[in-house]
């Protein structure tokens, strides 16, 4: 599935299963939510925080989905075409960045 498909497929479910969209502050709340679950497991299971056994059985693959969505459906009620959006950062990248880490003594 391309980021372009995902994003009309986010939509299709968003108009008839979910019935509409929430507005984008309430979406942009629920993003910084889902993000803040991908950073509990993450300092837990890859950081030095202790993990708990109720987050042993967290899915990290679904928690990142989660931002996934909430983000595709941000996308969609802003009129952002992530596919577009993606390959002009990655080309911002790749002119503004082409040296730089490279050159950085920090990850030689």
Same mark, same amino acid.
């Given at each position: 599935?391309?980021?372009?498909?995902?994003?009309?497929?986010?939509?299709?479910?968003?108009?008839? *299963?979910?019935?509409?969209?929430?507005?984008?502050?309430?979406? =942009?709340? +629920?993003?910084?939510? !889902?993000?803040? %679950?991908?950073?509990?497991?993450?300092?837990?299971?890859?950081?030095?925080?202790?993990?708990?056994?109720?987050?042993?059985?967290?899915?990290?693959?679904?928690?990142?989905?989660? *931002?996934?969505?909430?983000?595709?459906?941000?996308?969609?009620? =802003?009129? +952002?075409?992530?596919? !577009?959006?993606? %390959?002009?950062?990655?080309?911002?990248?790749?002119?503004?960045?082409?040296?730089?880490?490279?050159?950085?003594?920090?990850?030689?």
């Amino acid at each position: 599935m391309t980021i372009e498909e995902a994003q009309v497929t986010v939509d299709k479910w968003i108009t008839t *299963v979910g019935v509409r969209y929430f507005d984008e502050m309430t979406n =942009t709340a +629920i993003l910084m939510e !889902e993000v803040g %679950e991908v950073a509990r497991i993450m300092a837990r299971r890859y950081g030095e925080q202790s993990e708990k056994e109720s987050d042993k059985q967290k899915d990290l693959g679904d928690e990142m989905a989660d *931002v996934l969505w909430v983000l595709m459906c941000l996308a969609n009620q =802003t009129g +952002i075409n992530l596919t !577009e959006a993606f %390959e002009n950062n990655l080309l911002k990248k790749n002119k503004r960045d082409i040296t730089r880490h490279k050159n950085n003594p920090k990850l030689g």
